[in-house]
């Protein structure tokens, strides 16, 4: 089963405007990763933040992370037509050798 | 090679056909991961190999799903009688060490079962 969800399901926006997108999840967690989908490819990994941060930039991209509700979101800022993908959270309850558990993801359309 | 690769891309099978669905994880990676990903939906994890071995395959649906990684690099993810709600993407991903965090995937498996 999944861990939790993205919300929304689907976000449409003019390119140049920032994303943002929510996730939420069940159970604590060593760390939370940002995964990005292009239509028929395999996942791109964007952004990790541990536990025990509240927030990460990484280019365009922050991320925040709220332990106490369970929550992060991932704001892509000034986005671009080629932002147009789904966007998947994915906790991992330990460090490393375990399984990666998503989210069922948002859908982005970046219209140009 | 430059990041993990999966063969075949697309594999169509009719319903009761054995498949095998191959991975090539990045050159060096210890820790290699199967998931299923349904239409929609993020994908969810089905089996763990830390080299040769197989350390968790609670994820497997059934015992049609079959998976090994006899010398430690490439994987083989076998279905053996295939039914239609085994259709999915099949996501390979390797990472590192097992103490490495992010997975690095490939780009999938379409099966579809007629």
């Known amino acids: 089963s999944q861990q939790g969800e993205e919300d929304p399901q689907a976000l449409s926006i003019q390119e140049g405007e920032n994303a943002t997108m929510n996730c939420s999840y069940k159970?604590?967690?060593?760390?939370l990763q940002w995964y990005r989908q292009n239509s028929g490819r395999g996942l791109v990994h964007l952004i990790l933040?541990?536990?025990?941060?509240r927030e990460k930039h990484s280019g365009r991209l922050r991320v925040t992370l709220d332990t106490s509700k369970k929550s992060s979101s991932l704001l892509i800022t000034a986005s671009r037509a080629a932002d147009t993908a789904s966007y998947f959270c994915?906790?991992?309850?330990?460090?490393?050798?375990?399984?990666?558990?998503f989210g069922k993801g948002t859908r982005l359309s970046v219209i140009a | 090679g430059a990041g993990v690769s999966q063969s075949p891309r697309y594999k169509v099978a009719k319903r009761g056909q054995d498949v095998a669905l191959r991975c090539d994880p990045i050159?060096?990676?210890?820790?290699l991961f199967w998931y299923q990903q349904a239409l929609g939906q993020g994908p969810e994890f089905l089996t763990y190999?830390?080299?040769?071995?197989?350390?968790?395959k609670s994820g497997l649906p059934s015992d049609r799903f079959f998976a090994e990684r006899p010398e430690g690099s490439v994987s083989t993810l076998k279905i053996q009688r295939t039914q239609q709600e085994d259709s999915a993407v099949y996501l390979c991903?390797?990472?590192?060490?097992?103490?490495?965090?992010?997975?690095?995937f490939g780009p999938g498996t379409r099966l579809t079962v007629l």
């Open positions: 991903a390797s990472s590192l060490r097992p103490r490495t965090d992010t997975q690095y």
């Open positions: 159970t604590s967690i060593n760390n």
């Open positions: 933040i541990r536990s025990n941060e």
């Open positions: 994915a906790t991992n309850r330990n460090s490393g050798n375990t399984p990666l558990v």
């Open positions: 050159s060096g990676h210890v820790s």
């Open positions: 190999f830390q080299n040769e071995a197989q350390l968790d």
